[in-house]
């Protein structure tokens, strides 16, 4: 493909195309994404400029943006960010890509907090397993008057986050930590929250090209039957938390059975249902220390 002289609205519909042959789930989205990436023109820009040429050069990385596209890299990767509770994040090959299945927690911990009063209360959050930092910024975004930490094995993963707070005007009340879990910290916490690996290592070689060969493993692997993090999660939760403290994490397929199981066995009561993400599949389970 030569797009060198095309328009730019030429070159978004034959980006639509060739998209398309490649059987890319979200042709016309991804070539607007693409190349407003490559212009740095967003949507109205794009309008705008819609019967503006293309130099050598655009095309040209337009071109390799593309192809990385066709090989089964996500848009998220190859723009460095992804939107997630209307905020964006940078993102780094320690990151897991923010999901909008995980919206559903920031959903589920605000619920809660709405029922009970508690959203300007000077509530103290852990993030265990962190990645980009997306759901202790989010929630730290909807709640002004509490503070978080978060956590990560990987330091790289870290530094991404804590950009993340930088940019998001967010640093003051965010702190970030590398460690296994939360094996730096003492606690109380009135909040811990976790989207942590679960998928069951056997089944890691079947999931998209797009989440095995992009996604970092240790923020996938959950082990043999994809509850290893959550033994560890569970009792850590009940040891943190302060008295009326909430845990709420993030699961995969058929594990709301299970996950509750261990948050009960570790002391915390399970007082309601997973609740389900928005195709209908139950996606998070919340505790509560009594
Ligand atoms: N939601 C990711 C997926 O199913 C998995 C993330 C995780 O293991 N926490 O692709």
């Not at 707070?165 to 009340?173: E, F, N, P, Q």
């Not at 094996?183 to 690996?197: C, H, W």
């Not at 998928?199 to 989440?211: F, R």
């Amino acid at each position: 493909m030569n797009l060198a002289g095309h328009t730019l609205d030429e070159a978004r519909r034959a980006i639509a195309t060739q998209l398309r042959k490649a059987k890319i789930e979200s042709p016309e989205l991804d070539a607007r994404l693409l190349l407003g990436d490559v212009l740095q023109l967003d949507l109205t820009g794009l309008i705008t400029a819609a019967t503006r040429r293309l130099d050598t050069s655009e095309a040209q990385r337009l071109e390799d943006v593309i192809r990385r596209r066709i090989a089964g890299e996500p848009v998220a990767r190859i723009l460095g960010r992804r939107e997630f509770w209307g905020l964006t994040f940078a993102l780094s090959p320690a990151t897991l890509v923010p999901r909008p299945d995980t919206e559903t927690l920031i959903e589920a911990v605000l619920d809660i907090l709405k029922r009970e009063g508690r959203t300007a209360a000077p509530l103290r959050i852990l993030d265990i397993g962190t990645g980009s930092g997306a759901i202790l910024l989010a929630l730290l975004s909807e709640l002004p008057n509490t503070t978080g930490i978060g956590t990560d094995i990987n330091p790289a993963a870290i530094a991404t986050a804590a950009d993340n707070a930088a940019t998001l005007g967010l640093a003051s009340r965010a702190t970030f930590v590398a460690c296994d879990y939360a094996g730096a910290l003492r606690g109380p916490f009135d909040i811990v929250v976790s989207n942590p690996p679960y998928i069951p290592t056997a089944d890691i070689d079947h999931l998209d090209l797009e989440v095995r060969a992009h996604d970092p493993r240790l923020a996938l692997d959950g082990g043999a039957d994809g509850l290893t993090a959550y033994r560890t999660i569970a009792p850590l939760a009940f040891a943190l938390l302060a008295p009326s403290g909430i845990a709420a994490v993030e699961i995969g397929q058929r594990q709301a059975h299970g996950v509750a199981t261990l948050m009960a066995e570790a002391g915390l009561a399970v007082p309601a249902p997973a609740k389900a993400d928005l195709g209908g599949v139950p996606r998070v389970v919340t505790a509560r220390k009594t």
